[in-house]
């Protein structure tokens, strides 16, 4: 495995059931945020995106929730998979840049 | 499919060595980006840039330079390699710097300097 996760807070979960993994962003002019999946050996990979003017957005098996009053947002997972397995992290940015602020990261493993 | 490519996986190279890493994209992308990637740090960027022979410096370009003589290639570029650029390094690309836009990543090159 890479090493990028060895300090990684690390969530398990039974494969079939729900994953939340959660992010607390800092900057509370963001935006926009984007929750990304990076597999063992692979790089980061966009999973869904939601704007500071919405709470909630679904797409496939993902919803991300945001909550600005207390600066939080959250990926929720349905039915997870032994697929979902990865490093899950959280990225924010504001209208004006194109820099983002990227989460340290949940490692999500699925139990069989 | 946007295809981010980066010439090595894993390098080992020795402090004080001058290293290249190369990355390659092949969508006709305006932006590239470099990143670093430490255990309990989120990315970090190291340089952007928006156009050939354009950059900008990212948040910790100390050390570390850049080239874009071509559209799809951005190199990294460390003058004197040093053990604490040992890091994961992440290249990305992307056709525009909004949000609607989206960066896609390579699969990264694990850089270890000793």
């Known amino acids: 495995g890479e090493s990028v996760g060895l300090h990684l807070p690390t969530l398990s979960v039974q494969e079939g059931d729900n994953s939340i993994i959660n992010c607390a962003y800092s900057n509370s002019a963001s935006d926009y945020f984007i929750w990304y999946k990076q597999e063992s050996g692979k790089g980061p990979q966009f999973i869904i995106d939601?704007?500071?003017?919405?709470d909630k957005r679904q797409g496939q098996r993902v919803t991300v929730l945001l909550n600005k009053t207390v600066k939080h947002l959250s990926l929720q997972i349905a039915a997870t998979q032994p697929g979902d397995s990865a490093v899950y992290f959280c990225a924010e940015t504001h209208a004006g840049t194109y820099k983002y602020i990227f989460g340290t990261g949940t490692r999500l493993k699925v139990l069989a | 499919d946007v295809k981010v490519t980066q010439s090595s996986r894993y390098l080992v190279k020795r402090t004080g060595e001058k290293v290249f890493l190369e990355c390659v994209q092949d969508m006709d992308h305006e932006n590239m980006f470099w990143y670093r990637q430490d255990p309990g740090l989120g990315l970090r960027l190291i340089y952007f840039?928006?156009?050939?022979?354009?950059?900008e410096k990212g948040d910790i370009p100390e050390g570390y330079s850049v080239s874009r003589e071509k559209k799809e290639r951005f190199s990294l570029i460390l003058e004197s390699a040093s053990t604490n650029q040992t890091s994961m390094y992440l290249c990305a690309s992307s056709l525009g710097i909004t949000h609607d836009y989206e960066q896609y990543f390579g699969p990264g090159t694990r850089l270890t300097v000793t």
């Open positions: 939601i704007r500071s003017n919405m």
């Open positions: 840039s928006y156009d050939v022979k354009m950059k």
